[in-house]
């Protein structure tokens, strides 16, 4: 299915999903917050989708955040439940998400990274959450996930203030997995892709899900105190049975996500 301002492009069992709206820098209004919505719905119930990479097309934007130019010549503006790109406010998606940043990543644009479980940054990414410039406050997500990832004090240094941060720094304060030449960014977010691939869905599935929910708990033995139902599934699962035989076989194992 052709999509107006994404792209969606299928690689097996990977999908790469590419903001793209140039002209607006990958910013996002509201027709493109519900196509989005739909891409990452079907991403989460097909069985044979595993691990997914957004980006944003070009070379100066992964996403600029919010069209508020749209916002301001009267665009109509509808709640995405969901939340921003369809996915900030997504809290059940247990399957792998990379972001691949491009360039500029402010605002909800950042935000949408924040809500991916790994960032791969382009040498010339750049991250912010610069509402507070503007009178505005980062409300999908920013404001929780940052402190989460990288430490209260730290974030509010980002945050108070709507600084720009480049990928060195956003290496070294922690929300950077890897940092790539602009021309290597897909190639090393499709190694990290298929190194999550070689590994059982379910068990990444199931260890996504503990991880997120365990942080609702305040101690460590609280957290692994908690029945969880990904884990009863993993026990029950194909994948479960196997891995161990794969291994005592000498072979790789064929995985089914069941």
């Known amino acids: ?15 790469i999903i590419t903001l793209n709206r140039p002209e607006k820098m990958n910013a996002l209004h509201s027709p493109a917050h519900f196509e989005l ?14 691990v997914a990479i957004i980006t944003g ?18 665009g109509k503006l509808e709640r995405n439940p969901m939340g921003f790109a369809g996915l900030t406010s997504r809290f059940d998606l247990n399957k792998p998400l990379i972001a691949a940043v491009n360039g500029v990543a402010m605002g909800g644009g950042f935000e949408i990274a924040l809500a991916c479980d790994l960032i ?13 410039k503007v009178g505005l406050a980062a409300l999908a ?4 996930r940052l402190p989460r990832q990288i430490g209260m004090k730290r974030a509010m240094g980002m945050m108070l203030t709507g600084r720009t941060v480049g990928a060195i720094e956003g290496l070294d304060l922690g929300f950077v997995n890897e940092i790539t030449k602009p021309e290597e960014l897909m190639n090393s977010a499709k190694k990290w892709a298929n190194s999550i691939m070689e590994c059982s869905p379910t068990s990444v599935r199931t260890t996504k ?8 708990y305040s101690s460590v033995e609280d957290a692994m105190s908690q029945k969880y139902e990904s884990v009863v599934g993993l026990f029950t699962g194909e994948d479960f049975v196997e891995g161990p035989l794969a291994f005592s076989e000498k072979r790789k194992p064929n995985w089914t996500g069941k």
């Open 141 to 144: 997500g920013g404001m929780h």
């Open 37 to 50: 919505e739909e891409i990452f719905n079907n991403f989460s119930s097909d069985d044979d989708a595993w």
């Open 1 to 15: 299915m052709e999509y107006k301002y994404s792209k969606l492009e299928k690689e097996g069992k990977l999908w």
């Open 120 to 132: 791969i940054a382009s040498e010339s990414a750049r991250f912010a959450l610069p509402e507070p």
């Open 57 to 74: 097309i070009g070379d100066r934007a992964f996403c600029a955040g919010n069209d508020l130019r749209y916002q301001a010549e009267g």
């Open 209 to 216: 899900d503990v991880a997120m929910s365990g942080l609702s």
